[in-house]
Structures are given as structure tokens and as C-alpha cells.
């Protein structure tokens, strides 16, 4: 018979086996929920997916965790590392403040409804961002970077990128040659600076996002435009010299081609030579064809051309400088401002044109054909009048001797 001591011993072993094993149970059975419970539980995440957007409300935040209410979705969670990574976003919420957050699980170990607050809020710009694309919206944001291929933007904290081919007229760097540091010395010259630009790229997944500004400069140029008209007299700043003219800046938005031909009324052949970069500039509106606009300083200028119309009459015998050679013939000036051409017929070839003439040397030539209003003038070797007994075609030609210039030997080109 055992005593007392003993049975007592063996009586708690036993009671603690018993609750041990109670305890099993219950947790099984926690576990293996009955399959209506379950159902009734995720009725309202049926439709709903890891990576969705819930909406909700703030129910509390209790020790590093912020508790959602789903409504019939359920209760969903930020904890962990999501509550920390979200911190600047949840230090500010409180009881009743809606949210939305991407759901990460629909079911975990606590029942709850798991979610992220971060990758929820990058979500909502990405789906954002394809609404400004889908609509063509405009959007003002300030440029940060630079590079040699265009300028780089933040939206929403979202890092995007707007190439240099997608800049507009007025900030689209001009430079000869396309030298790279060059141009990226121009694109650097707008950090800093608000554009208005139109979403027209957005990928998320490859976390690209590709800005333009062409589209909003055409607008706001349509605009602009529509308070002139040809004719009109504008002052500018010359914002590029290439080589087939001068691009002029005037009313802040709006750019007119200065063309090579539009410059002067004598022959320019390098426009560089004439305009730089920064110059400031009185030019004459001469044509508007849909958003391109083209400007003339010597239209503001008087046509030496009419004066010459009473002056100089076909047949009539001048002085003119040689002032350069071409495919097709050679340029004599017979005035300032005024010149003529020699065919390369009167020379037969072009060895031949230039074995007999010089630039900068003056000879005398004749008027062949005279047209003012074209500023036109065909030039030709004045001879001569051969004598009856000794005209022939020997005696007629062109020679060195014939074309002696006035200068003292000029050099040949």
C-alpha cells in the first residue's frame, strides 16, 4: 500500500499529463478549423489577391503594429519590418484615418489579413502615373540631373527620365558638330529648373518612367502664336547659330528660324560670322506654317536692289570684284550689298574659270540680264568691239590678257 506522499506525487504528474494534452487538442483543433468556418472567415477576401490594394481604417497602433479594419475583407496588419520601413507614413495616422495598403497575405498564422503600407504607396504612384499617361495631363516638375543623353525627374518620389529628343525648341541644347560636352553643359544649365511635361512611358516593372515636354511646349506655343501675325516686328535673343541660319527666342515661349538667305541683303555664306549666341535681335515675322515660324533682319532693311533698277540698265559696262568661285560660276560685286553672276559658260569649264580669274581682283564686265524684284544679275567679260577686217572667234575669246584685274597680282584660288 503506498502512502500518502507517493499517491500525491503521482496524482499531480497525472493532472499536469491531463492538462498537457488538453492543451494539444485545443491547439489542433485551432488549427484544423472547420471548413464553413474558414469559408465564412474569407467571404469577404474571395476576390481579393496577394499584390491587390485594400482601402481601410486605422483601428489603433499597439506595440510597433497597426491594426486595419478591412470591413467584411477582415482585419489586416502592418507589422515587423513593414511597420518600419512605413514609419514616416504611419507616425502620422490615427483612429479612423482611411489608408490603402497592398495586401502581402490574406490568411496568416494570427488570422489576420497581412499588408504594406511602402509598397502599397509606390503602387498607387505607378497607377497614377498611368493615369497622367492614358489622359496626356501636364504635370510641372523641377529637374534634378543631368546627362549627355537628356535630364532626369522625380514624380512622387518615382525617378524618371526625358531625353534630350524630347525636350522642346526652347531648351533643346543646339550644338554644332553634336559634341557631347558641349551638350551636356546645355542640359546642365536646366537643373533646377520646373518644366511642364506630359507622362508618355510607364512600365513598372522595368521601374521605367520616360517624360516629354514637346507636347506642352506645342500647346503653350499654339497659343502664344495666336497673338501674332506676319508682319509683325518682334525683338528676340539669338539662342543658336547653325549652319543654315540663326534660331531666335522672343515672347519667352516661342522660337522663329532666322534662315542663312534672311540675314543680309549681300551673300553670307557662314552665319557664325554675322550672329553668335546670346545676341539681341530685331527680326521681321515674313511666314507662319503650322508652329514654325520664319523671321528676317534684312526684310528691317532697305533693298539696295531698288536704287539699282535706276541706276543700271542691261548692256550697260561695270567694274566688279570677284568675290568667290562656285560649281556653276563665279560672283562679282559691283556694288555693296549688290553682286552678279559670270556663268560658267562664258569660261567653258571650271580649271578654265579660275586660271582666269582671281578673287578680290576687279574686271570689267558687262550687264547681261537685269531683274530687280528677283535680285538678279547675269554678268559677263566685257571685250572689245572687234574691227571688221579682224573679227574672228580667236580675237573674241576670253584671255589673261583681256581680263587683266585692276589689283596687282591677287592670289589665285
Request: proline share 5%; hydrophobic share 40%; no cysteine.
Amino acid at each position: 500500500m503506498r502512502d500518502a506522499q507517493e499517491m500525491t506525487s503521482e496524482d499531480t504528474a497525472g493532472g499536469q499529463a491531463t492538462v498537457a494534452r488538453d492543451t494539444a487538442i485545443a491547439a489542433a483543433a485551432l488549427r484544423a478549423r472547420h471548413p464553413m468556418e474558414i469559408l465564412l472567415k474569407n467571404a469577404g477576401t474571395a476576390f481579393l489577391k496577394p499584390g491587390d490594394i485594400a482601402e481601410g481604417t486605422v483601428i489603433e497602433k499597439r506595440r510597433g503594429t497597426l491594426y486595419v479594419d478591412l470591413g467584411p475583407k477582415g482585419t489586416g496588419i502592418v507589422f515587423g519590418r513593414e511597420y518600419k520601413a512605413a514609419e514616416d507614413v504611419i507616425k502620422p495616422l490615427k483612429s479612423g484615418d482611411t489608408i490603402s495598403a497592398k495586401i502581402v497575405e490574406l490568411d496568416n498564422d494570427q488570422g489576420y489579413v497581412e499588408l504594406s503600407l511602402k509598397e502599397a504607396g509606390e503602387e498607387k504612384r505607378w497607377v497614377a502615373l498611368k493615369k497622367l499617361r492614358d489622359s496626356g495631363t501636364p504635370v510641372e516638375i523641377m529637374v534634378r540631373e543631368a546627362n549627355r543623353g537628356g535630364i532626369i525627374m522625380e514624380y512622387e518620389g518615382i525617378k524618371g527620365f526625358l531625353p534630350a529628343s524630347q525636350l522642346s525648341a526652347k531648351n533643346y541644347p543646339r550644338v554644332d558638330g553634336g559634341d557631347k560636352e558641349r551638350i551636356l553643359q546645355e542640359l546642365q544649365k536646366l537643373v533646377g529648373t520646373p518644366l511642364r511635361v506630359r507622362v508618355i512611358d510607364v512600365d513598372p516593372v522595368e521601374q521605367k518612367l520616360i517624360f516629354s515636354e514637346k507636347g506642352i511646349a506645342s500647346d503653350e506655343s499654339r497659343h502664344a502664336l495666336a497673338l501674332f501675325k506676319i508682319g509683325d516686328v518682334v525683338e528676340g535673343e539669338v539662342t543658336g547659330v547653325v549652319d543654315f541660319g540663326a534660331f531666335v527666342r522672343f515672347n519667352d515661349s516661342l522660337e522663329g528660324l532666322i534662315h542663312i538667305s534672311e540675314i543680309d541683303w549681300t551673300l553670307i555664306e557662314d552665319p557664325r560670322s554675322v550672329l553668335k549666341a546670346g545676341d539681341r535681335v530685331t527680326a521681321k515675322i515674313i511666314d507662319i506654317q503650322g508652329e514654325k515660324i520664319a523671321l528676317s533682319l534684312k526684310a528691317l532693311k532697305e533693298d539696295p536692289w531698288i536704287k539699282i533698277a535706276e541706276k543700271y540698265h542691261r548692256g550697260d559696262a561695270v567694274r566688279g570684284t570677284v568675290t568667290r568661285f562656285t560649281s556653276f560660276g563665279a560672283f562679282a560685286e559691283i556694288e555693296p550689298h549688290i553682286q552678279g553672276l559670270l556663268h560658267i559658260s562664258e569660261f567653258g569649264t571650271a580649271a578654265r574659270m579660275q586660271e582666269t580669274l582671281a578673287i578680290g581682283a576687279t574686271y570689267d564686265l558687262k550687264i547681261m540680264l537685269l531683274d530687280p524684284k528677283e535680285h538678279r544679275m547675269s554678268l559677263g567679260i566685257a571685250r572689245p568691239d572687234p574691227t571688221p577686217a579682224a573679227s574672228s572667234a580667236a580675237d573674241t575669246a576670253p584671255s589673261a590678257v583681256d581680263l587683266a584685274p585692276e589689283s596687282s597680282s591677287p592670289e589665285q584660288k
